[in-house]
């Protein structure tokens, strides 16, 4: 059996096993054989601060950054209605259209595939068909998450959660009860756009959580958490 696994480890691709967003990303449920195969049509690429990504005939793993997701309405007006943090995957599965429109909130690194090659490998391989369905149920979830957070929750708790949210999916193996310091990939305009507060609202609301000690402002944009726990008490779940 060890050798068995040891065969097949050596015939992943080289740029596969050095992947930080393998196991984590769709990939993980493919084998050997198919993870060269797209290796093969493949290509890594960065992707500045502020570029809207095409909505065309490919999927991607996003290896590092963050794109934020919003929904522009016929009179120009933008809302922001979600986030993708590495290891995310980008794509609408069996949908080349959508109405979101996705832009790199920070410098991104893709990994890019075409279409149609993966949505031939769903009916191929069924736990890769099982992940793309729990990536969009966990999508669901969250969506469900913020609406309840943002009809029912104060504006203390709003930002609170906001900021949970942010620290989890920048550091997602670090235990609840150790510190940690992230750069807020957003503005305080965009956080307000987001939770549907004003700007004087989420700088006040920011100015509290520090005097209470649940955070600690470095600069503009760096945060430090002494620990998840401590802001968690604040989000009111």
Not at 100 to 112: D, P
Not at 140 to 149: G, K, Q, T, Y
Not at 157 to 165: D, G, H, R, Y
Request: charged share 25%.
């Amino acid at each position: 059996m060890a050798a068995r696994q040891d065969a097949q480890q050596a015939d992943v691709p080289a740029i596969c096993k050095s992947c930080e967003a393998r196991q984590d990303s769709l990939c993980g449920a493919l084998n050997a054989r198919q993870l060269a195969e797209l290796a093969k049509a493949s290509s890594r690429h960065e992707v500045p601060a502020g570029t809207e990504l095409p909505d065309d005939a490919t999927y991607s793993n996003l290896l590092s950054g963050v794109v934020k997701l919003t929904r522009n309405l016929p009179d120009g007006r933008q809302q922001i209605v979600g986030f993708h943090f590495a290891p995310d995957f980008l794509g609408r599965p069996f949908d080349a259209k959508r109405q979101i429109r996705a832009e790199a909130l920070t410098n991104v690194r893709l990994c890019s595939f075409p279409r149609a090659i993966v949505d031939r490998m769903t009916g191929e391989a069924p736990e890769l068909g099982r992940l793309l369905l729990k990536h969009a149920l966990n999508e669901l979830d969250e969506a469900r998450d913020w609406m309840a957070a943002l009809g029912r929750k104060t504006a203390s708790e709003k930002v609170a959660s906001f900021l949970l949210m942010v620290a989890r999916n920048m550091d997602p193996a670090r235990h609840p009860a150790s510190p940690i310091s992230f750069d807020l990939p957003l503005t305080r305009a965009d956080i307000a756009d987001f939770l549907g507060l004003t700007i004087e609202t989420v700088s006040r609301e920011f100015s509290r959580l520090r005097s209470d000690g649940a955070i600690h402002i470095v600069n503009k944009r760096q945060i430090s958490l002494a620990s998840l726990a401590q802001l968690e008490e604040r989000c009111g779940d």
